[in-house]
């Protein structure tokens, strides 16, 4: 499979901001949905943003949407999700994934639409 590449985790302060990218270019190319999961330490992973590869249509949760957008740079071919004013409660690691649609992305019965996963990238937000 096409690999999906992140970069840009790393630690932060409460209340700073960090943007990670992914680089899709086989997934974009493919008319998929690119977006970021994350899971916390005992947590369950949740979907967090998701974009369409027309960069037309978006989804973020209502959990971050206030502070986090996605993004689509089309002719880089990578998918951005900037995070603001972040929190301890955001630490977690972040996956790249690209999927068939947004519901794989919403719903965790839906996972099954989810075509591949990027490695991760660690995000730490302390207080």
């Known amino acids: 499979q096409v690999p999906l590449v992140e970069s840009g985790g790393g630690s932060v302060q409460s209340g700073g901001s960090l943007r990670l990218s992914c680089a899709a270019s086989?997934?974009?190319?493919?008319?998929?949905?690119v977006g970021w999961f994350r899971q916390g330490l005992g947590k369950e992973r949740e979907g967090v943003a998701a974009i369409a590869s027309d960069g037309a249509t978006s989804y973020v949760a209502d959990s971050v949407k206030d502070r986090f957008s996605i993004s689509l740079d089309a002719a880089e071919k990578t998918v951005y999700l900037e995070m603001n004013n972040l929190q301890p409660e955001d630490t977690a690691m972040y996956y790249c994934a690209a999927g068939r649609s947004f519901s794989g992305f919403i719903w965790r019965t839906d996972e099954r639409e989810i075509i591949n996963w990027g490695r991760g990238t660690q995000v730490t937000v302390s207080s």
């Open positions: 086989g997934y974009i190319d493919g008319g998929r949905y």
